[in-house]
């Protein structure tokens, strides 16, 4: 199975700051990945597809980038809605998908 | 608009199974990938499998499989996912999700359903 690593696993920040989060995979994945947001007691919501490409609706303060085994989701300027986890998740192997951990941001 | 609703919650027994339901509605049902993904109290997600809707074809993950069992009735619009031999591991709540056509991640969500595994 390809393994995801996302780091950190928690972090704290301030309104207004730019959040870099990373997401490392055990192999290639060319560009099959996929950002989640959860906020406590919800369903996840799906953020950017295809490493790079914002769904329908998210706001333009989040972008993605990389390929390969290499994934950054970047929150431009961090809003109070903004405060949850996110998870990241290969779609290379079609039928044997995966989640990285998850990264908590809370408030600092 | 696209809706998946889930079956309400369950409390079973330790070597039970339980069955869960996801009515879609507001697409068309058959031409959409369903997968199943589970999240134990405080932890992070884990993707149990998928099904075609159309065809019945799944594919599970390798550490449930022998004990998950995923169906699909056209006829509803609904798909179903039945967990059997349940342990206190099991304990989580178990949303149905809808895989964009192009396979690229997982558009809609059910609510989530809660299923408590206790002796």
């Known amino acids: 199975d390809i393994q995801l690593t996302q780091s950190p696993s928690f972090l704290s920040a301030s309104v207004g700051d730019r959040v870099t989060i990373t997401c490392r995979a055990s192999q290639g994945i060319s560009t099959y990945l996929a950002w989640y947001q959860q906020k406590p007691g919800k369903a996840p919501k799906l953020l950017i597809y295809a490493a790079s490409t914002l769904q329908s609706g998210v706001p333009s303060r989040f972008s993605g980038s990389g390929s390969g085994t290499e994934f950054t989701l970047t929150i431009s300027s961090l809003q109070p809605e903004d405060f949850a986890t996110y998870y990241c998740q290969q779609l290379h192997s079609n039928l044997l998908l995966t989640f990285g951990g998850g990264t908590k941001v809370e408030i600092k | 608009q696209v809706q998946m609703v889930q079956s309400g919650a369950e409390v079973k027994k330790p070597g039970a199974s339980v069955k869960v339901s996801c009515k879609a509605s507001?697409?068309?049902?058959?031409?959409?990938?369903m997968h199943w993904v589970r999240q134990a109290p405080g932890q992070g997600l884990e993707w149990m499998g998928v099904?075609?809707?159309?065809?019945?074809?799944?594919s599970y993950a390798q550490k449930l499989k022998g004990r998950v069992t995923m169906t699909s009735d056209t006829s509803t619009s609904t798909v179903y996912m039945e967990l059997s031999s349940l342990r206190s591991d099991d304990t989580a709540v178990y949303y149905c999700?809808?895989?964009?056509?192009?396979?690229?991640?997982?558009?809609?969500w059910g609510q989530g359903t809660l299923v408590t595994v206790s002796s």
């Open positions: 999700a809808r895989e964009r056509r192009d396979s690229s991640g997982y558009d809609y």
């Open positions: 099904i075609n809707p159309s065809t019945g074809y799944t």
């Open positions: 507001g697409y068309s049902f058959t031409i959409h990938y």
